[in-house]
């Protein structure tokens, strides 16, 4: 069904000078589960687009990017031709608009950075995805979920958008467990706290079950 698949994972950075810079608390450990479940599936060629992580699944090929524009570029060479394209990257939604090639000093008591804008690199491909395409996504919430998930979900025109509540009893961040939502055109399916590895098994069987209804449309 299956013969090549995208999977974006794991955090971006966004250099401030050369010693620092901007990210977030993703480890890359669900793309990771992603990409070995789909190795067990026997998928062909698996394209696994990755900022910097240890979570590197072996058996596949791996593109290492930092920033955001640099994700951005190679999703656009290699997701035209894909089957399935996993949104499971925390891409960062700034950067400094103007990078400092040296080390900026601690010259005063404050620092200013104006930071950009980064693409939305979910919604592009929402918006370019081909009719047999399946697009899924990833939602990080923390109020309001629900509502933000419907709103996400339509705006950005993912078949599947993986739900997460980020709070102290489920930080989804590198942990080994995690429990979320499904949310598809049928509606919003609970699942419950499993190891990250079960969790993509389950991701994987609806990704199926939506390539089987496209089949099906078109």
Known sequence: ??????????????PI???????????????????????KRNIPEIIFITGPTCFIP?????????????????????????????MTAAVGDYRVETYSEEKIKKDS??????????PDLLFEWGQRKGDRQVL?????????IFENAREKFKR???????LNEISSQ?????????????????GIRELETMQKSILAAHIWDEIYKLKEIKNKIK
Not at 136 to 142: D, I, L, S
């Open 1 to 14: 069904m299956f013969e090549r698949v995208v999977i974006v994972s794991g955090p971006t950075i966004e």
């Open 17 to 39: 000078d050369p010693v620092r810079f901007i990210s977030n608390r993703s480890s890359g450990k669900s793309g990771f589960q992603l990409a070995e479940e789909a190795k």
């Open 58 to 86: 072996p058996d596949v090929t791996v593109i290492p990017v930092e920033t955001a524009l640099e994700m951005r570029e190679q999703l656009h060479r290699y997701g035209e031709t894909a089957d399935v394209i996993i």
């Open 109 to 118: 008591d404050t620092l200013t950075l104006r930071l950009v804008k980064n």
């Open 136 to 144: 899924v996504g990833y939602a990080a919430e923390t109020h309001d």
């Open 156 to 162: 950005k025109n993912v078949d599947l958008l993986v």
């Open 170 to 186: 489920n930080p989804a961040f590198s942990t080994e467990e995690n429990q979320v939502w499904f949310v598809t055109a049928g």
